[in-house]
């Protein structure tokens, strides 16, 4: 199987029970998820606050599977030593959040760490397109960041189908995320637009509580 070819799943903690974040962990990764997606908000970037730097690093000696860390916040640059060093093995920045893009994906690269980018639902593929090449992971929003539990806009499905394409045309290896909405059925159509990786907070975590129950959601996404 190519490195494309396999469906993978990030269950989002932000939907999980933060007083019992490390069990959580090892539920869903029993349950059979691949990353654990980290929603970091600053309250600027995104009206919302959520952690930082210390829960991730309490979360690394916990985490099994590799975090994979969404920074939803203004000027990242400034924290990505700390992030990486707080064991975030994938570090995503927001193309709106940056002046620094660039040097602030080969800083993270540099640091041993996955780099990715993102952008908002509104905002176009074109603004992240310069920096390609130099990503390990492209995540779509399908929501606006912010917030768990929002419905998924499928406007934003031609955006994975453009990044699949610019990803052979140029022999690039980036994988494609797809974040916010997902559930047993948007995750359909974002398989079928080429995604590689899907987030999900409330279709993994909402009424469940046990290992068991999280696989039956997780596979269902699959
Ligand atoms: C939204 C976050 C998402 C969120 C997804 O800003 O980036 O990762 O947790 O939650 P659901 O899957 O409930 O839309
Ligand atoms: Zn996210």
Avoid at 168 to 186: H, P, Q
Wanted: charge should be negative.
């Amino acid at each position: 199987m190519s490195n494309f070819e396999k469906r993978r799943i990030a269950p989002s903690i932000l939907s999980a029970d933060f007083a019992h974040l490390a069990v959580e962990m090892s539920k869903v990764t029993e349950a059979g998820a691949d990353l654990l997606h980290v929603d970091v908000m600053d309250g600027h970037f995104v009206p919302n606050l959520t952690i930082g730097m210390p829960v991730v690093q309490c979360l690394k000696p916990h985490a099994k599977i590799p975090m994979d860390v969404h920074l939803m916040i203004e000027k990242p640059e400034k924290y990505i030593e700390q992030f990486i060093k707080a064991g975030s093995q994938y570090l995503t920045l927001h193309v709106e959040a940056t002046e620094l893009m660039e040097e602030s994906l080969k800083k993270i690269r540099e640091l041993g760490c996955k780099a990715g980018i993102t952008a908002r639902p509104g905002t176009s593929l074109e603004a992240m397109k310069p920096f390609l090449h130099l990503v390990d992971l492209v995540l779509i929003m399908t929501v606006e960041p912010g917030f768990g539990g929002q419905k998924f806009m499928s406007s934003q499905l031609d955006k994975i189908k453009e990044l699949v394409e610019l990803r052979s045309k140029n022999g690039w290896n980036y994988l494609i995320e797809v974040d916010g909405g997902v559930n047993a059925e948007t995750s359909k159509l974002c398989w079928q637009a080429g995604a590689d990786i899907l987030v999900a907070g409330s279709a993994v975590f909402d009424g469940a509580y046990t290992a068991e129950d999280y696989k039956t959601n997780i596979d269902k996404l699959r």
